[in-house]
């Protein structure tokens, strides 16, 4: 059987993509290979669920699974995202160059919200402190078959002052959603959710940072040096031994 790798090329992130205005984000319909995405689901399913992390803030539910040792699947999928040629393709993809991936999973990782879970129009978290990076994307996968909007659950994306909606994604299967951060990109889905007690609405959610670190100038960038100096430093070139 094939792997991810040699499922996915680049050409993932160059078919099917739709622009939204007027909050810029790329939406990818039947991102996956259907039959992956639903085994991703029944993974979310299956799994032990006391090894998930229970989110709550101002009232927002939902769980989280960002050890992949627990999930194979994921980790899969996730190794692919963060692999060279998916990244450079979302560089080329949304402008932003030095996307770095985070292997840490802050964050990100699966998700699981049921019936009667809201998540409250928030701003992302903006810096990764373990690894010292900005926050610059995110990547969101839809996993739940036959989702039905009428359950809720899809995001909605507000003006600067937080006042009106002016952009909804439905939370459709097999859905990749991708945007930058914005210091007031609020979002959320304030309606509980109503889908059956069975049913969750289930992701797959990789973030991407940018570093704006900089040369030490005690020591400039330099290859692999192979000699060393008469004064004892080490140096790229044999005609200055």
């Known amino acids: 059987m094939k792997n991810l790798h040699e499922i996915l090329t680049d050409d993932v992130f160059n078919k099917n993509i739709h622009l939204t205005n007027p909050v810029p984000m790329w939406i990818i319909d039947n991102f996956l290979p259907e039959n992956i995405a639903k085994a991703m689901y029944r993974e979310i399913i299956d799994s032990d669920k006391s090894t998930w992390k229970k989110f709550t803030r101002n009232d927002s539910l939902m769980y989280e699974q960002n050890d992949m040792s627990h999930v194979p699947k994921a980790f899969e999928l996730i190794s692919y995202l963060h692999s060279r040629n998916a990244v450079e393709s979302l560089e080329k993809l949304t402008g932003i160059d030095g996307l770095i991936p985070d292997p840490k999973l802050i964050g990100s990782g699966y998700s699981w919200a049921g019936t009667g879970c809201t998540l409250k129009p928030h701003t992302d978290f903006n810096w990764n402190e373990q690894s ?4 610059a994307l ?3 996968i839809y996993l739940t078959p036959d989702w ?4 809720h659950g899809g995001l909605d994306f507000y003006d600067g002052k ?4 002016i952009q909804h994604v439905d939370c459709l299967f097999n859905r990749c959603l991708i ?8 979002h959320g889905h304030v309606n509980p959710m109503t ?3 069975d049913i969750g609405r289930t992701t797959v959610r990789v973030f991407y940072f940018t570093s704006n670190s900089s040369h ?3 020591d400039l960038p330099h290859r692999s040096q192979y000699w060393m100096d008469k004064n004892g430093m080490p140096c ?3 005609d200055q031994i």
């Open 132 to 135: 010292k990076l900005h926050r």
């Open 138 to 140: 995110s990547l969101i």
């Open 148 to 151: 039905n909007p009428k359950w």
């Open 162 to 165: 937080r006042e009106k909606v």
């Open 179 to 186: 945007w930058k951060y914005e210091k007031l990109g609020w």
């Open 195 to 197: 889908c059956p007690e």
């Open 216 to 218: 030490n100038p005690e």
């Open 236 to 238: 790229d070139n044999r």
